[in-house]
């Protein structure tokens, strides 16, 4: 089994930027997505970014032109560099990456946006 651990979130004031990462216990392969999602108090889970094996890319229209989701490697899959930071970003961050096989979730990292 596959754990996923993001790190990078924090208190950034609004116009800040912060970098997410999704480390993995051990090397994933067979990836055909990952992708970033946040949940803020009270609210559902929402799709933030995603990028697919082929390298495609899907954001929120609330944070296109703001966040960019990249690929890393086989243990560090996904990044999420997020700038222009708003309050309405705070949320905690999950990390996901779907195989062929199976559909990893991190724990999750809270980002919070106050001045």
């Known amino acids: 089994q596959v754990q996923l651990v993001e790190s990078g979130g924090g208190l950034v004031q609004p116009g800040g930027s912060l970098r997410l990462s999704c480390a993995a216990s051990?090397?994933?392969?067979?990836?055909?997505?990952m992708g970033w999602y946040r949940q803020a108090q009270g609210k559902q889970r929402e799709l933030v970014a995603a990028?697919?094996?082929?390298?495609?890319?899907n954001y929120a229209d609330s944070v296109k032109g703001r966040f960019t989701i990249s690929r890393d490697n086989a243990k560090n899959p996904v990044i999420l560099q997020m700038n222009s930071l708003k309050p309405e970003d705070t949320a905690v961050y999950y990390c996901?990456?779907?195989?062929?096989?199976?559909?990893?979730w991190g724990q999750g990292t809270q980002v919070t946006v106050s001045s």
């Open positions: 051990r090397s994933i392969f067979g990836i055909n997505a």
């Open positions: 996901n990456v779907v195989t062929v096989l199976s559909d990893y």
């Open positions: 990028i697919t094996s082929g390298g495609s890319t």
